[in-house]
T-cell receptor, first 116, second 117 residues
Framework: AQKVTQAQTEISVVEKEDVTLDCVYETRDTTYYLFWYKQPPSGELVFLIRRNSFDEQNEISGRYSWNFQKSTSSFNFTITASQVVDSAVYFCALSARTGANSKLTFGKGITLSVRP | GAVVSQHPSWVICKSGTSVKIECRSLDFQATTMFWYRQFPKQSLMLMATSNEGSKATYEQGVEKDKFLINHASLTLSTLTVTSAHPEDSSFYIC?????????????FGPGTRLTVT
């Protein structure tokens, strides 16, 4: 069975602060994908990143960075110099890497509020 | 890029009526489509998985006779909420999956907000 735990439920920061969103996962699959999605108030899911379980290199994309540590089954997401537009719900998700029946399992989401 | 549309984007219906939600992959053919339900301030919960031309596979606890899924073509899946009740009010999101360069890619629609009065 797969499980994604996002222990933080709500985070509030002031603009320009850095913020890290935590994600811990459980899976019996040896190969899998990890994802982060952003859901702004409009509701539409915005894909942010997919990480293959084979690839533990950290990734940076502009103000966003991701730290994948297989040893602790964590895939944390950091926003540097946060902005008001970053306010949204962020979901971490997991799926098996192969198999037509692989499904996405979502965490409960973290509501991030960035205050001006 | 791959685009998935949903129609309608929002709908209000009376208790006891049925509502149909469409999910279309606009520029690709989807091997599989998924339907999720999201209650306020909660996560996305998978309701069912459907493959074109075959019966949908429902997750445990989801009533297949209440949530009818039809996947008639590689670009269209529909979810019909039959005899809707206020507790069915929710945000319904579909996603379409396709194999690209040997990898499964899954794209989400913008969601449909259902309110049952």
């Amino acid at each position: 069975a797969q499980k994604v735990t996002q222990a933080q439920t709500e985070i509030s920061v002031v603009e320009k602060e850095d913020v890290t969103l935590d994600c811990v996962y459980e899976t019996r699959d040896t190969t899998y994908y990890l994802f982060w999605y952003k859901q702004p108030p409009s509701g539409e899911l915005v894909f942010l990143i997919r990480r293959n379980s084979f690839d533990e290199q950290n990734e940076i994309s502009g103000r966003y960075s991701w730290n994948f540590q297989k040893s602790t089954s964590s895939f944390n997401f950091t926003i540097t110099a946060s902005q008001v537009v970053d306010s949204a719900v962020y979901f971490c998700a997991l799926s098996a890497r192969t198999g037509a029946n692989s499904k996405l399992t979502f965490g409960k989401g973290i509501t991030l509020s960035v205050r001006p | 890029g791959a685009v998935v549309s949903q129609h309608p984007s929002w709908v209000i219906c009376k208790s006891g009526t049925s509502v149909k939600i469409e999910c279309r992959s606009l520029d690709f053919q989807a091997t599989t489509m998924f339907w999720y339900r999201q209650f306020p301030k909660q996560s996305l919960m998978l309701m069912a998985t459907s493959n074109e031309g075959s019966k949908a596979t429902y997750e445990q606890g989801v009533e297949k006779d209440k949530f009818l899924i039809n996947h008639a073509s590689l670009t269209l899946s529909t979810l019909t909420v039959t005899s809707a009740h206020p507790e069915d009010s929710s945000f319904y999101i579909c996603s379409a999956r396709v194999i690209q360069a040997g990898t499964y890619e899954q794209y989400f629609g913008p969601g449909t907000r259902l309110t049952v009065t």
